[in-house]
């Protein structure tokens, strides 16, 4: 089965028979290799009609559900991991969101294009908003209505006390870097973060 | 395809009736007690294929019948889930094996409360047992061992049929595969319950309804069994489907105001009681209504302990237009499902038709269907 990169690497992270709750998780093509290779259980949620049909086709549960209002539909800890997969810079409400993946499962994956990515700080000081690869749109039609750069996603992260248990920073082009590179806020076109809440109950 | 009279049409089919349980062993009901014999009215469409692992079974709702889809002879108009049922049709009977029945506690064919009673040689009437959803299911899990069918590829219905389907996913997840649920609920709301009362109260307060014992006295409950069908065919739209079919138009033959039909959606509910008349019965309608308003499938502390075991995978409909058991009821099973760890697919498919939708051909809809159905049979045939 031939799993686009950025999934395999997704993949790479969920322990084989997991629970899996894939947020954003669009024609299911992360969960359809979950299950088939990996022997995992797991719900997508997703909005896009034409997505929820492709998975639907591809075998994947799906439920059509607002990600930004009605995760409490979610029981506690049902769920073993909870991917959020280039979505959380569309949601409105990211705080919460990953407050309540937090309270549903005890280890998180979130990946993430990186506004602070150099190109984009260039093009800021050209007077312009972003563009690249990983953020194509323009600023009138961008899906993208939340923008961070790794540092403040990672103090929100520290904030709502999810632990990095694991950072994987890629290139513009999608290949992983080094891991420990100092620079990453700036060389990072996008990052992968594996993480574990930490439950006060 | 023999005999077929259109293009995607079954064709030509007939009902036919088998006795699934005889007064010597009969259905022991959920209340207790027992009804014998009962006889089921059924059709098949499609063919079984030799592994028996083809077979769909369809669900009707409150007013359905085993006519699902095709034509009888000599009839202008198809079977009521014929823009489904069909070659080359979400439920393509070129691949599919579809069984649907007729419920007991009906009046077209099955055993119900205007049969005979062996007891007395004349109708049951209110003597017939208060039925329960399990009774309907324990029915057509008779029917479908009489088929050779030890498991369901798919079990589907809308309403109350869907009601059925999920109460025998609960019961018996061992003996379907999927099972799809669609406008229906896990359980009636007040509201739901008054709709119905008002309906129940229509028919037993006309004279005609004689205790339930009308038939013998040869005449019907009309006007009170057309109140209830008219009350509910309003529940079955939206509001915006009532305003576009009609809006304000008035009734062709109005003069001046009084109160005759004066508008056209007046006549249009007459209408509508009057063909109803025609086809179903006032005792059929006090008792399957009841059905619903005792079904309450997630009550019992143990009423998810058998798909724990057994997973189904489940497809979960609503239509956002919906008000009889819009999205709330279809979310409600949706959650009690999801929390029991099933495989869930759950869409709120965008129809202005309101509770109808299910049986209309609302395009997102139909597509769902169809790929959740090529899926399923993609998995047996893998």
């Known amino acids: 089965m031939n799993l686009r990169p950025d999934l395999e690497l997704l993949a790479g992270l969920i322990p084989a028979q997991s629970r899996v709750l894939d947020l954003g998780c669009s024609s299911g093509a992360l969960l359809a290799h979950l299950m088939a290779a990996k022997n995992c259980r797991g719900t ?83 007077g312009r908003m972003p563009m690249s690869r990983e953020i194509p749109h323009a600023w009138y039609d961008t899906p993208n209505l939340r923008h961070t750069t790794l540092v403040e996603l990672e103090e929100l992260f520290d904030r709502l006390g999810l632990t990095v248990e694991r950072r994987i920073v890629l290139s513009p082009a999608g290949t992983p870097l080094p891991s420990g590179n100092r620079f990453a806020n700036v060389v990072a076109g996008s990052a992968v973060y594996a993480l574990r809440s930490n439950h006060t109950d | ?39 089921v009215a059924y059709e098949t469409y499609g063919t079984l294929s030799p592994a028996a692992d083809n077979a769909v079974f369809v669900c009707h709702a409150l007013t359905g019948d085993a006519h699902a889809a095709g034509f009888h002879e000599g009839a202008k108009r198809p079977g009521w889930w014929d823009n489904l049922i069909g070659p080359g049709k979400p439920l393509d009977t070129d691949r599919f094996f579809v069984v649907s029945a007729n419920l007991i506690g009906g009046c077209q064919g099955s055993t119900g409360p205007s049969s005979t009673n062996p007891a007395t040689g004349s109708a049951y009437g209110l003597d017939f047992p208060v039925l329960m959803m399990s009774d309907l299911v324990n029915v057509h899990r008779a029917l479908m061992r009489h088929l050779g069918i030890s498991r369901l590829l798919a079990a589907l219905g809308g309403s109350l049929g869907g009601m059925q389907v999920l109460q025998w996913g609960l019961d018996h997840p061992d003996e379907i595969a999927n099972a799809l649920v669609i406008a229906a609920s896990s359980r009636l709301t007040a509201q739901n319950i008054a709709f119905s009362a008002v309906a129940r109260r229509a028919i037993m307060t006309d004279p005609n309804f004689a205790d339930g014992r009308y038939a013998e006295a040869g005449v019907n409950p009309d006007t009170g069994l057309s109140i209830a069908r008219m009350m509910a065919h309003i529940t079955y739209l939206s509001e915006d ?71 189904v995978n489940w497809l979960v409909l609503s239509f956002a237009s919906d008000w009889r058991f819009g999205t709330d009821h279809s979310r409600r099973i949706v959650r009690n499902l999801e929390h029991a760890g099933q495989p869930v697919t759950f869409r709120e498919i965008p129809s202005a038709w309101g509770h109808d939708s299910f049986l209309l051909e609302v395009e997102p809809y139909h597509q769902t269907l169809r790929a959740f159905f090529d899926r399923a049979l993609a998995e047996v045939t893998a």
């Open chain 1, 44 to 126: 997508g949620v997703e909005i896009d009609p034409d997505a929820v049909l492709a998975a639907i086709a591809a075998g994947v549960p799906v439920i059509e559900l607002d990600i930004d209002s009605e995760l409490h539909d979610f029981a506690d800890h049902s769920y073993d991991v909870v991917v959020l997969s280039r979505t959380i810079q569309t949601i409105h409400r990211p705080f919460e969101v990953l407050q309540e993946m937090g309270r549903i499962a005890d280890r998180l994956i979130v990946s993430v294009p990186n506004f602070g990515y150099w190109r984009h700080r260039l093009r800021l000081l050209r």
């Open chain 2, 1 to 39: 395809m023999a005999g077929s009279t259109q293009a995607g049409s079954v064709g030509l089919v007939n009902t036919q009736t088998v006795r699934l349980f005889g007064a010597d062993v009969p259905l022991e009901l959920a209340q207790g007690g027992t009804l014998g014999p009962v006889d």
């Open chain 2, 241 to 311: 489907a009532l305003t576009e079919k009609f809006g304000r138009k008035p009734h062709p033959s109005r003069s001046h105001p009084g109160f005759g039909v004066d508008f056209a959606v007046e006549s249009y509910l007459d209408h509508q009681g009057q063909v109803f008349l025609e086809r179903f019965d006032a005792l059929s309608y006090l008792y399957l209504t009841r059905v619903m308003d005792y079904f309450d499938a997630f009550a019992s502390p143990d009423a998810l302990a058998k798909i724990s075991v057994h997973p």
